[in-house]
């Protein structure tokens, strides 16, 4: 059985790739964190979408985890990330059961997106990422 842990570093692993710097863009991983305990999840996740390249990839990684986490899910079909997650949190969408998103589940997905932040920062800067296609 998996513990939260290794759940967020799985994902972490998983989306690291991804989430690296490209050449040309500078690199908003360390900040993230900061943006999002200064700013809150839905304003940097709106931040994201409009500064797009690594930005918006590190929050469609949050999408994807939190939706892996069953915290964030998106039922029906179709990606989960950061577009829809916004949308969702900002209750603009439903989610499971139908329902839009309660303030307990903005908190829970901001504490949750931190500590798989955690992860990804370190994992993007590590060999590891080099692993995964």
Known sequence: MENLEQRRAE??????????KQPGEG???????G???NNGLLACLAYSLEKEGQHQRVGDAIAFHLHEMEICE????GA???QWLLQYLSSQ???PR????TAHTLRRATDEALAFL???KRFVKTPLANLQP
């Open 93 to 95: 969408v439903n989610g």
């Open 11 to 20: 994902n972490a692993l998983s989306r690291a790739h991804a989430c690296r």
């Open 98 to 101: 139908n329902q839009p998103a």
């Open 74 to 77: 998106r039922v029906g079909g």
């Open 80 to 82: 989960s990330d950061a």
């Open 118 to 120: 955690g992860y990804l």
């Open 27 to 33: 690199d908003c991983l360390s900040g993230y964190p």
């Open 35 to 37: 943006l999002i305990i």
